[in-house]
């Protein structure tokens, strides 16, 4: 893949991932009343597993699927821990969240829309 195909792909891929993002942002400030201050995309209080998807809702479900979110990136280079979108754990916690895929977020995932930090 030559230079101009795989920017033109990059932004392909973030002309998908605005709106996803902007979707994600109202779930994810929806659940900013959770006391532990964690912010996991789910309607519980306990500190957020990366394994409990039980506060997810179908669409939620469906929404990590389809962005191919994964628990351990095959790519070391591509781990949501230093992801652009990636939101680090609250105190107490080893699972962080994203702005993008609802839901527990592990540091070593990664899903389709991987963005390295600028900085
Ligand atoms: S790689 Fe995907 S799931 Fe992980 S933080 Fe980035 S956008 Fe979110």
């Keep these: ?4 195909t795989s920017r033109r792909a990059f932004f392909k891929k973030l002309a998908l991932a605005i709106p996803l993002a902007g979707a994600a942002g109202i779930i994810v400030s929806s659940c900013n009343d ?7 995309g789910t309607t519980d209080k306990k500190p957020a597993d990366c394994h409990d998807l039980s506060g997810l809702t179908p669409d939620q479900m469906a929404t990590r699927k389809n962005l191919n979110y994964v628990e351990i990136s095959p790519v070391k280079s591509k781990e949501c821990k230093i992801c652009a979108l990636y939101i680090p754990p609250a105190e107490g916690s080893t699972c962080g969240t994203c702005t993008l895929v609802p839901g527990p977020i592990e540091p070593l995932g990664t899903c389709t829309y991987f963005a390295p930090k600028t900085t």
């Design 1 to 4: 893949m030559n230079n101009e």
């Design 34 to 40: 959770n006391k532990n201050g964690t912010n996991n």
